[in-house]
């Protein structure tokens, strides 16, 4: 069953690009079978200065074995300590199960093409970036 990740990073301004490196870097522990199962990963930044990042998986199950990684354990740790204020994270199932749910909207492919993210919101996210396949 697909499921949803909403994660909300408050970033110290002076330690921003650190955790946008922290973040890049994790593209590096993602296995064939993670990347596969990673459908979406949307970064945004609000008006307070949280990092959002919107994560879909096709597979609760993979998305596990990254998370149980000792790559993913550190990199969460370094991320933690550039920012202000704890992680706020939300695990959702997707509505019909499926993931078709969000064909009903999908991104704008033109002005968000893959492996590009408007640069002037997060500048430094390269591949980390891939927001659909």
Not at 98 to 123: N, T, V
Request: glycine fraction near 4%; aromatic fraction near 10%; proline fraction near 8%.
């Amino acid at each position: 069953m697909p499921i949803v990740i909403i994660a909300r990073w408050y970033p110290r301004p002076e330690r921003r690009e650190e955790f946008l490196r922290t973040v890049s870097g994790l593209k590096d522990a993602l296995t064939p079978e993670m990347a596969e199962s990673f459908a979406v990963l949307l970064p945004t930044m609000s008006s307070d200065g949280a990092v959002i990042f919107l994560e879909m998986w096709k597979s609760e199950e993979v998305m596990n074995k990254l998370r149980a990684s000792e790559a993913f354990h550190q990199a969460i740790r370094a991320m933690s300590a550039c920012c202000s204020r704890p992680l706020e994270i939300e695990h959702l199932n997707t509505v019909d199960g499926s993931g078709d749910f969000f064909s009903l909207s999908p991104i704008d492919k033109e002005r968000y093409p893959p492996g590009k993210a408007d640069p002037k919101f997060y500048p430094d996210l390269g591949a980390m970036t891939a927001l659909y396949r």
